[in-house]
């Protein structure tokens, strides 16, 4: 499975942006997906997950109300729309996808990685 995340730049406090994770190789809906960051410095995070179908999702305290995850099973995307973006937001944004019925928290529940995209909010 090859996950090739994209969208990721730089923005205004406030501002919004869409990440978008194309995943290929297998059968994508077999796959439960996340979002995860590592800001400088800083452990790896839990952002959003999704269920299989799409129609579970989790979001870290952080970030809920202000992220959205979707997926398009058709078209084997996971996308993260992103608004009122912070400055604490700012780090590089990984997709991840699972055969856990349910995407975990934790990073060690994923069995694929895409290559990260860089987030940068600026104040």
């Known amino acids: 499975v090859q996950l090739q995340a994209s969208g990721g730049g730089l923005v205004q406090a406030g501002g919004s942006l869409r990440l978008s994770c194309a995943v290929s190789g297998r059968t994508f809906s077999r796959y439960s997906m996340a979002w995860f960051r590592q800001a400088p410095g800083k452990d790896r995070e839990f952002v959003a997950g999704?269920?299989?179908?799409?129609?579970?999702?989790f979001y870290a305290d952080s970030v809920k109300g202000r992220f959205t995850i979707s997926r398009d099973n058709g078209k084997t995307t996971v996308d993260l729309q992103m608004k009122s973006l912070k400055p604490e937001d700012t780090a590089v944004y990984y997709c991840a996808a699972t055969t856990n019925i349910l995407p975990p928290r934790s990073q060690a529940g994923y069995d694929y990685w895409g290559q990260g995209t860089l987030v940068t909010v600026s104040s």
């Open positions: 999704i269920s299989r179908t799409g129609g579970t999702t």
